[in-house]
């Protein structure tokens, strides 16, 4: 079974600096997928960025980037220019492809101070 | 467009008690899963399906019942409700034809065992 490992249960960080978020995966299988999911106190689940295995170029979207290292088995989340509005529990995700069952880390809870 | 709605928000049952979380999905999404959350365990998958009439264990399926009858429904039934049972209920859907690999979330049910 695939495991997901989130070492970090809290972090913080000042506003307008960066913060790197730490998930490692266990996984036998090569074709695969990676994902950041973002919750807010609202409860909401928010697809942060999502990451296919057989691309080795880092995904981005916006202030959120990825550092990808298959043969580490790491998924890294790196927030630029950090925002209060990023303060959230952020949940590191993975599933083979052609899959039914995502799993998930156990979540890290970020908080941007002013 | 709602996507995939949750009821109830919030319950409070007595141990012993029954009672039936609803979902559903206007996206036409084939694939449809029930997760729980737990404070330092992420989310845990309960029961999923892949289209009407077939449903699956996932990874903690043991108190729940599930059936899929349309595509768009896919409740998640208690039979006997027990405090270990305290948890946040999220459903997710996801195309299975597409290649993304995206989950899409309700908002949860928070669901108290007494």
């Known amino acids: 079974a695939q495991t997901v490992t989130q070492s970090q249960p809290e972090m913080s960080v000042q506003e307008a600096e960066t913060v790197t978020l730490s998930c490692t995966y266990d996984?036998?299988?090569?074709?695969?997928?990676l994902f950041w999911y973002k919750q807010p106190p609202s409860r909401q689940m928010i697809l942060v960025i999502r990451q296919e295995a057989y691309k080795q170029q880092n995904a981005t979207e916006n202030r959120f980037s990825v550092n990808f290292q298959k043969a580490a088995k790491s998924f890294s989340l790196k927030i630029s220019d950090s925002q209060l509005g990023d303060t959230a529990m952020y949940f590191c995700a993975f599933m083979k492809h052609n899959n039914n069952d995502m799993r998930f880390g156990a979540g890290t809870r970020l908080t941007v101070k002013p | 467009n709602a996507g995939v709605t949750q009821t109830p928000k919030f319950q409070v049952l007595k141990t012993g008690q029954s009672m039936t979380l609803q979902c559903a999905q206007d996206m036409n999404h084939e694939y449809m899963s029930w997760y729980r959350q737990d404070p330092g365990m992420g989310l845990r998958l309960i029961h999923y399906s892949v289209g009407a009439g077939i449903t699956d264990q996932g990874e903690v399926p043991n108190g729940y019942n599930v059936s899929r009858s349309t595509t768009e429904d896919f409740p998640l039934r208690l039979l006997s409700a027990a405090p270990s049972q305290t948890s946040v209920y999220f459903c997710?859907?996801?195309?299975?034809?597409?290649?993304?690999?995206?989950?899409?979330f309700g908002e949860g049910s928070r669901l108290t065992v007494l």
């Open positions: 997710a859907s996801r195309d299975r034809g597409g290649v993304t690999g995206e989950l899409f």
């Open positions: 996984t036998s299988e090569n074709n695969y997928y």
